[in-house]
């Protein structure tokens, strides 16, 4: 069994000015992972299934858009979020939720030249 943590803090502005730190820190045992690098041809529209290997139980989820376009990222049946070229989105949970990420199709929207999607998967 391993362990994995995130560990984050932002440092903003709010709009009545000065300056607010919040962090941020998730760990979780995980026995189960997968990673890997996904390859996007320039022009390509056609959706990628994010592999999640021998996870079952999905406890952390990263994935970077390496193109030039947004990717939309559709979990289940539903589109819920569109990613920004270079953009990160994360999932990283303590605990199994009631309604356990089964997987995650990502569609690019033509990029002009080819790039990647990366993504790493902890679980169970």
């Not at 362990?3 to 502005?13: D, E, I, M, P, R």
Request: charged letters at 10%.
């Amino acid at each position: 069994m391993a362990n994995a943590v995130f560990s984050s803090s932002v440092t903003y502005t709010p709009s009545g000015g000065g300056s607010l730190t919040q962090g941020f820190r998730v760990a979780f045992a995980y026995t189960a992972s997968s990673a890997g690098t996904v390859d996007v041809a320039a022009g390509s529209s056609a959706a990628v299934d994010i592999v999640f290997g021998s996870v079952s139980e999905v406890l952390g989820f990263v994935l970077q858009n390496n193109t030039d376009k947004d990717i939309a990222i559709k979990v289940g049946a539903n589109t819920f979020y569109s990613l920004a070229a270079g953009g990160v989105l994360m999932h990283w949970s303590p605990a199994k939720s009631a309604s356990s990420l089964t997987g995650v199709k990502a569609t690019p929207d033509s990029p002009t030249n080819a790039g990647t999607i990366e993504f790493v998967v902890l679980g169970n």
